[in-house]
Nanobody, 121 residues
């Protein structure tokens, strides 16, 4: 059974940075970050293949967010720079049992509990 635990969320001013981490236990393959703001549906943010060679981002975070992973530490990261108030949400990491990346949340079988990111203007 795969367990995922996120950390690194918090309150930051617009223009600031945060780095989210997701510690994984059990086997994981490709992984992703999603977010959900109040009153909205969960949305895809970024994904990375098992090797780390392939990444994909939603348009609104391209050039500001970077997804990476350290397989030796079983940890996924999301470096978030130039944060905007509209980035405020609960951020979730997710894992799927395939090597290739995917964007639909239905492709991911394992989910963390989420970490709150709040960006003040």
């Amino acid at each position: 059974q795969v367990q995922l635990v996120e950390s690194g969320g918090g309150l930051v001013q617009a223009g600031g940075s945060l780095r989210l981490s997701c510690a994984a236990s059990g086997g994981t393959f490709s992984m992703g970050w999603f977010r959900q703001a109040p009153g909205t549906e969960r949305e895809f943010v970024a994904a990375i293949s098992w090797s780390g060679d392939n990444t994909y981002y939603t348009d609104s975070v391209k050039g500001r967010f970077t997804i990476s992973r350290d397989n030796a530490k079983n940890t996924l990261y999301l470096q978030m720079n130039s944060l905007k108030p509209e980035d405020t949400a609960v951020y979730y990491c997710a894992a799927r049992g395939k090597f290739t990346i995917a964007t639909p949340d239905t492709e991911y079988a394992y989910w963390g509990q989420g970490t709150q990111v709040t960006v003040s203007s």
